[in-house]
Every structure is written in C-alpha cells, then in structure tokens.
C-alpha cells in the first residue's frame, strides 16, 4: 500500500488579486480627478453643473454699501492659479488640477464618508435594501419607484406653495427625501462594491471598503463631462425609490396588502 501523497503547498495568491482593491480603490480615485478636471475644463454649461455647484466658485461678487462690486476670493493662497494650464482641446476652458483635486477630496470624500456612515448606522436595513436590489428586476424596480416619487415630492411642494399655513413644511419634505436618497446610495455603493467584488473575482474584503469602492465609482459617474448630471440624478433617483419599496430597509418590505386588514 503505498504513501498516501503529501498535501500540496498552496500557491501564494498574485500580487494584482493580493492588492485588488487597493489598486481598484486608487484607479477609481484616479478617474474621478481626471473626469472632475475634464468636467470643470468644460466649463459651467448646461448640462454641466459642476464648476458651480460641485467646487464652487473661485471668486464671489459682493456689493459694498458705496455700490462698487467686491472680489472675494475663497483660496486666498491663490495656489491654483499657480496649475492653471491651457486646453489643448478647442471649446474647453482652462485646466486646473488643484480645483479638481479639491473637488474630489471635499465632494468625494463626503459622498463616501455619508456612503459608510448610512451602512455604519443601519447595517442590518442595509442589508436587507442591498438583497431587494440584487434581485430579480431589482434595479428596475428602484429606479421606477424613484422616479414615482420625485413626481410626487414636485406636485406636494407645489400644492404647499399654495398655502401659506403649510408652506414651512417645504424644507421637511426636502429632507425627507433627501436622507431617504442618501441611505438609497449608500445601499447602492455596497451593491456596487459586491457585484465589483465578484465581476473581478477580488479577494474577500471588509463590506466597507466594497462599499468605499462603489461610492467612488458614484462619484466617478457624476462628474463625467455633461453626463454626468444625469447619471447622478438616475443614482439618486434610484436610491429614493430603493428606500420607499424596502421601507428604508425594513424586513417586512412595502406592499399594498398593509391597507387590507
């Protein structure tokens, strides 16, 4: 009877799986600063928001009590005059690494820092809202039902416009549907971040960091040069909608048989 054979030593895992997400992570930052800097270079024209609602201006107008017109700078450094550099492709504006860059550590950072927060605080409703988009026509779904919804939350606002007495209730009804958008993307930043982690075959990593990589990748859609005003307003819509139909993540989920009792 012979040997049984030795066990064979496991083969170390590749370098590039090893460090899959650090490299993911660093080359979705990496796109979201070019796109930010194309997205800027293209300058503040509709539909491209971003120069004035993304890194604000770089200089602001105010009128003094004489009413002469005063700049006011917010980098009083003027560090990013400094790389500024010319287009080199006709109709874009100037080239500024500094303000993209900017806008990636302000925006970015608090696009992802709301992202893990939301799955910070609620980890088990995310999970649940995380299941229902992974589903069968899941996406679909969420999108519809937040497309719904902001058709409703527009004719609501304009119904309290038109009463005095519930006019304050405007700015609740906003953030409303604000924090449900919020808790919508951070859910969706996880699915991303999953469906990344299979889609690549990554190594098994902390849900977090999944959902960091799929924050960016959020970001990296809004700030696309012209569309991405309207792949942000998809993401939010479908956020929205994801937290209506899931009930911000509740187990029991939303149906219309909750009116028949």
């Given at each position: 009877m012979s040997d049984?054979?030795?066990a064979q030593p496991a083969h170390p895992a590749?370098?590039?799986?090893?460090?899959?997400?650090?490299?993911?992570?660093?080359?979705?930052?990496?796109?979201?600063?070019?796109?930010a800097l194309a997205d800027i270079s293209a300058g503040n024209r509709w539909p491209n928001p971003l120069a004035e609602s993304i890194?604000?201006?770089?200089v602001a107008i105010k009128a003094t009590p004489s009413g002469k017109?005063?700049?006011?700078?917010?980098?009083?450094?003027?560090?990013?005059?400094?790389?500024?550099?010319?287009s080199p492709i006709a109709g874009f504006g100037p080239l500024n690494p500094y303000q993209a860059l900017r806008a990636f550590l302000s925006n970015g950072a608090?696009?992802?820092l709301l992202a893990l927060a939301a799955l910070v605080l609620f980890p088990s409703r995310a999970r649940t809202a995380v299941e229902r988009l992974e589903a069968r026509y899941g996406a679909e779904i969420a999108l519809g039902a937040g497309l719904v919804m902001?058709?409703?939350?527009?004719?609501?606002?304009?119904?309290?416009?038109?009463?005095?007495?519930f006019l304050a209730v405007v700015p609740l009804v906003l953030l409303v549907a604000l924090v449900a958008a919020l808790f919508g993307i951070a859910c969706i930043s996880l699915?991303?971040?999953?469906?990344?982690?299979?889609r690549l075959r990554?190594?098994?990593?902390?849900?977090?960091?999944?959902?960091?990589?799929?924050?960016?990748?959020?970001?990296?859609?809004?700030?696309?040069?012209?569309a991405g005003v309207f792949a942000l307003a998809a993401v939010a819509m479908a956020g929205l909608g994801l937290a209506v139909v899931t009930r911000f993540g509740s187990s029991s989920g939303w149906s219309f048989g909750d009116l028949d009792w």
């Open positions: 049984p054979q030795p590749h370098p590039a799986r090893r460090y899959g997400w650090a490299i993911l992570i660093g080359l979705l930052a990496v796109a979201g600063v070019l796109l890194v604000g201006p770089g017109p005063q700049t006011l700078r917010f980098d009083r450094s003027r560090v990013g005059e400094k790389f500024t550099f010319g608090g696009l992802v902001v058709l409703l939350t527009l004719a609501v606002i304009t119904l309290l416009r038109f009463t005095l007495l699915a991303i971040g999953r469906f990344l982690h299979h990554l190594p098994d990593v902390h849900p977090l960091v999944a959902a960091l990589a799929g924050a960016l990748v959020v970001f990296d859609l809004a700030v696309i040069p012209y």
